[in-house]
């Protein structure tokens, strides 16, 4: 029997039928989607509270590292790590912004009872100057050295840089593409090189201590993104990277996650306003807090899983090459505009 013969057979009620089973499976495969991203349990406070300590008893001072903490979801991450009772090590390179983020931290440490003046040793809150983007190996073993003072509990590697504006990866300025992949690539590598075997070393003493590290995915590793190749590619890196040396931590005591972030209003996203799908950093934190230790891969922002499951893991890579192309491509041009009118102004 020939597909011509199958098809001709075809009555109009074997076609509603199929395009009701159709229907049918696709509102299933939806309804699963949203169940599973807003039903999913998550940390306890208790959980999220018990980084580098060894119970609840355990009153040892552990802090969080937070890099690129002076702005955006950084600073958004240090103010909450504060207010669950973590004391702060904040990373930049804008001392004076490090500074009013610490105070904000400081003021929620001593809101629970805890105080710069009762112990020297462990301040509330480390201000730290340092810029990703180096390559000097002295100031990196500096910076290893100055950590290797306090307990630390929590790693947020947060920092991550990309261009001014979509761009032409021929047009790039090298030292651009340089920048990007030594900040949001080799830093992190980095940083986790210097600050897990502490991690490591405190869970071989007491199998009770667990800490965890959180690196910054972006969607932008999830499709392709003309004229943000770069960046896009150094998440992807990233979101490897972090995944696959998961499964090597966990045992070490060490949680170690990739939070896949869409847009979030930031200096960053260039976005100024709100909307379902662009949190606050405030808010894209409040939500990112629990899932600390969940596993490997998170998405923490529901409408963010939403549009990864229904759009990015759904359509095809033709397809969404061309409406990302599309979409960067007028990021472009109003960033064009916009700079043509500073200019005008100056
Ligand atoms: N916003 C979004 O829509 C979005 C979406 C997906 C993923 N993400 C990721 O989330 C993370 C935070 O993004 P954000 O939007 O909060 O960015 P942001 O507002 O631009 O803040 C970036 C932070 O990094 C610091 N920084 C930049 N270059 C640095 C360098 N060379 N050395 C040290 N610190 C440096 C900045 O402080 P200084 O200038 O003082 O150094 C600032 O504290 C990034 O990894 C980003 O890729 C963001």
């Known amino acids: 029997m020939s597909v011509v013969s199958v098809l001709g057979a075809l009555t109009r009620e074997h076609v509603v039928g199929a395009g009701l089973l159709v229907a049918t499976v696709l509102v299933a495969r939806v309804v699963a989607i949203v169940a599973r991203i807003y039903l ?3 940390a306890s406070a208790r959980q999220i509270a018990s980084y580098g300590r060894a119970g609840p008893d355990d009153k040892t001072p552990v802090y969080a590292v937070i890099t690129g903490a002076s702005d955006g979801i950084g600073a958004a991450w240090a103010r909450e790590l504060a207010r669950r009772g973590y004391r702060v090590i904040l990373l930049a390179r804008t001392e004076s912004k490090l500074h009013a ?3 904000d931290c400081r003021a929620a440490l001593t809101q629970q009872g805890l105080s710069d003046a ?3 040793a462990h ?3 480390v201000v730290r100057p340092f810029d990703f983007s180096t390559r000097d190996d002295a100031l990196w073993q500096a910076l290893a050295s100055d950590l ?4 630390i509990g929590v790693l947020i590697n947060n920092v991550g840089v990309s261009t001014d504006m979509p761009t032409a990866f021929l047009e790039d ?3 651009d593409l340089e920048r990007i992949l030594d900040v949001n690539c080799l830093a992190q590598v980095r940083m986790t090189r210097i600050i897990a075997p502490g991690m490591a070393a405190r869970h071989a003493a007491d199998a009770r201590v667990r800490s965890v590290i959180v690196n910054m995915g972006s969607g932008s590793s999830e499709s392709p993104i003309p004229l943000i190749a770069t960046y896009g590619a150094s998440k992807a ?3 490897a990277w972090s995944v696959s040396t998961s499964f090597e931590l966990a045992p070490l005591g060490i949680d170690m996650q990739l939070y896949m972030t869409f847009f979030v209003q930031s200096a960053m996203s260039k976005i100024s306003r709100t909307s379902w799908n662009v949190p606050s950093p405030d808010t894209y934190v409040s939500y990112a807090i629990r899932r600390l230790g969940c596993g490997p891969f998170q998405t923490p922002y529901p409408a963010h899983a939403l549009m990864h499951q229904l759009i990015y893991a759904s359509l095809p890579t033709m397809l969404m090459g061309r409406l990302s192309h599309g979409v960067t491509a007028k990021l472009r041009e109003s960033a064009l505009r916009k700079q043509a009118r500073q200019n005008k102004s100056e």
């Open 173 to 175: 300025k090298m030292s």
């Open 40 to 42: 999913q349990p998550g």
């Open 101 to 103: 983020v610490a105070a």
């Open 118 to 120: 009762a112990n020297a």
């Open 123 to 125: 301040p509330l809150a």
């Open 237 to 239: 890196f990233l979101k």
């Open 148 to 151: 290797a003072a306090y307990r």
